[in-house]
């Protein structure tokens, strides 16, 4: 079971990790009664400002993440903490902060490519 967001793009949110809002961050409200969001050219700025955001916050632990996710499809904080040799609360900071990074590409190359992008969350 998990929350999704379709439109433009597609994919799941990181259960425990993100919440539906996430795109919130990357300078668009999403609209009631259920989360909508349009993103245009004219947000390009806003949601590059969100990724240089997240690889700040995530710094040299990037790349490591990129490394530790590509080497498997299915993770455990656990295996994460003991791979990356870093304490739980650590884990879910890192991990809130690359989730958010993920979306946020998505949604800038999906502005980039079709000059918006639209979806809704599931909440």
């Known amino acids: 079971m998990g929350r999704y967001y379709s439109g433009d793009i597609e994919g799941k949110f990181w259960f425990g990790v993100q919440p539906s809002n996430d ?3 990357f300078g668009v409200e999403g609209q009631a009664p259920h989360l909508e969001y349009y993103f245009v050219k004219d947000d390009l ?6 990724i240089d955001t997240c690889l700040k916050h995530l ?4 790349a490591k993440l990129d490394k530790f996710f590509d080497e498997r499809e299915m993770y455990s904080k ?7 040799n870093i304490s739980k609360e650590e884990t879910d900071r890192f991990l809130e902060w690359y989730a958010r990074l993920e979306l946020g590409n998505e949604i800038l ?11 809704s969350a599931e909440l």
Not at 45 to 50: A, C, D, N, R, T
Not at 109 to 119: A, P, Q, R, T, Y
């Open 23 to 25: 795109a919130n961050f």
């Open 45 to 50: 700025p806003k949601i590059q400002s969100g």
């Open 59 to 62: 710094g040299d632990m990037k």
């Open 78 to 84: 656990e295996l994460l903490e003991d791979a990356l």
């Open 109 to 119: 190359k999906c502005v980039k490519e079709n000059n918006e992008c639209s979806f």
